[in-house]
């Protein structure tokens, strides 16, 4: 017979492991009952907030307008920012910025900020693009990160503070300040509902960016594109389409055994209608495997049915896979048939990329993007998107 051991945690263990709030994840009223505690009025934590959001201020040292004693008192009691910058490569002659982010439990996850300057009738940007999650469970082949499966979730402060460190990494380098965000980094930001919308909504509210200049990337989750909807936050939805047939989108993005492409079409065009927004459709584009005229034609049909802009992107070739993209004569006739057809269709444009192609999808939702000409031929650059 053994004898239970009994074991007791100490009496400050539970608190010891509670980590302390996250300041990016903290509503005005919890920030302004905090800094109550620490005997200070509610217009520090105004003045708390303003600084936090300056790319300029990467720490509570930075804010010098904070009384000492409250600086002390804020660093014992919450977490200023999740996520520090592990490494950072600069791309396209310096106005691309690629970081990976260091997470609490030492994950990390990629975060791309870039500046395109001012073309035409738009202004100029600088747009942040986030993840969502460690890896991805949703596991489609022509992705690197689907091959990683899913580790976790972010949590709604880790997706906010990657867009305070891109907004500090364009300060650096002289760029900024951030006026669009994208949810199109590593993960499904629909898998992680409660984790973007929250963020949304803090970078909507405190980050002071307009929810006309985010957008959120979807595989096709279905009910939360429902929910998504019905939040009152007008985001830009692109809908990651790659395939319009449910048999060959079986096979591309996994998540189509479980919603289909009826149901998606449906749950997008009831998006747009719910808030306004145009859509847009995703292609990328994946040489023999959805660059033929029938597969064009099927896109046609569910662009003009959403009245949706297509973006096609030439797939970034990833390791491990015998994917690329097509040869320039079936990517033109397949563009050709898109324009023909009357569709506002842009194409990425990865040829003036960096070598290094291991973040492929990051790096293709920030180049530059070009006008499709009705020959199918590709016109002069314009700014990445998104478009707000
Ligand atoms: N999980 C979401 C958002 C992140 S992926 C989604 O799938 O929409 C952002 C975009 O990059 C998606 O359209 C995705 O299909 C695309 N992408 C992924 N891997 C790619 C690759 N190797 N080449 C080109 N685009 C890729
Ligand atoms: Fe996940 Fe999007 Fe990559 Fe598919 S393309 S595996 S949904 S991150």
Not at 18 to 25: M, V
Not at 69 to 93: H, Y
Not at 260 to 289: N, Q
Not at 290 to 298: E, S
Request: net charge positive; hydrophobic share 40%.
């Amino acid at each position: 017979m053994t004898t239970p051991i009994e074991v007791r945690p100490a009496p400050d263990a539970g608190h010891r492991h509670k980590p302390a709030p996250a300041l990016s994840a903290l509503d005005d009223d919890a920030l302004a009952e905090l800094v109550g505690a620490l005997g200070e009025p509610p217009w520090r934590a105004r003045q708390l907030r303003q600084a936090a959001w300056q790319p300029y201020v990467a720490s509570l040292d930075d804010i010098r307008q904070l009384p000492t004693p409250l600086r002390e008192g804020l660093m014992a009691r919450l977490r200023f920012i999740t996520a520090t910058v592990a490494s950072e490569r600069l791309a396209d002659r310096g106005t691309t910025i690629k970081l990976l982010c260091a997470l609490g439990d030492s994950q990390t996850v990629e975060t791309v900020a870039m500046e395109s300057p001012a073309r035409g009738t738009s202004s100029r940007r600088a747009t942040v693009c986030v993840s969502t999650q460690v890896g991805c469970a949703i596991g489609c082949p022509f992705c690197a990160t689907g091959r990683m499966g899913l580790r976790r979730s972010c949590t709604p402060a880790e997706v906010i503070d990657q867009v305070r460190l891109g907004g500090q990494a364009l300060h650096r380098h002289g760029l900024g300040p951030v006026t669009h965000v994208v949810y199109m980094g590593m993960g499904e930001p629909l898998a992680a509902y409660e984790t973007t919308v929250a963020s949304l909504r803090a970078l909507a509210g405190h980050g002071g960016i307009s929810p006309r200049r985010m957008t959120v990337s979807t595989s096709g989750v279905v009910p939360g594109i429902r929910r998504l909807g019905a939040e009152g936050l007008p985001v830009t939805l692109a809908i990651s389409l790659h395939a319009a047939t449910d048999e060959l989108r079986d096979r591309l993005v996994p998540v189509n055994r479980a919603h289909p492409l009826d149901a998606l079409i449906a749950a997008a065009g009831a998006y747009g209608r719910a808030t306004g927004r145009r859509l847009s459709l995703e292609w990328c584009l994946i040489g023999g495997v959805n660059d033929g005229l029938d597969q064009a034609t099927g896109l046609v049909r569910i662009a003009r049915r959403l009245r949706a802009h297509v973006n096609v992107i030439p797939m970034n070739r990833i390791e491990g896979s015998p994917w690329g993209p097509p040869p320039a004569d079936v990517s033109r006739a397949f563009l050709r048939h898109l324009s023909q057809a009357g569709l506002t269709v842009t194409v990425r444009d990865t040829r003036g990329g960096e070598a290094d192609a291991a973040c492929g999808q990051l790096r293709a939702s920030l180049e530059p993007r070009r006008q499709l000409r009705p020959d199918g031929t590709l016109g002069p650059q314009r700014s990445g998107r998104p478009r707000s």
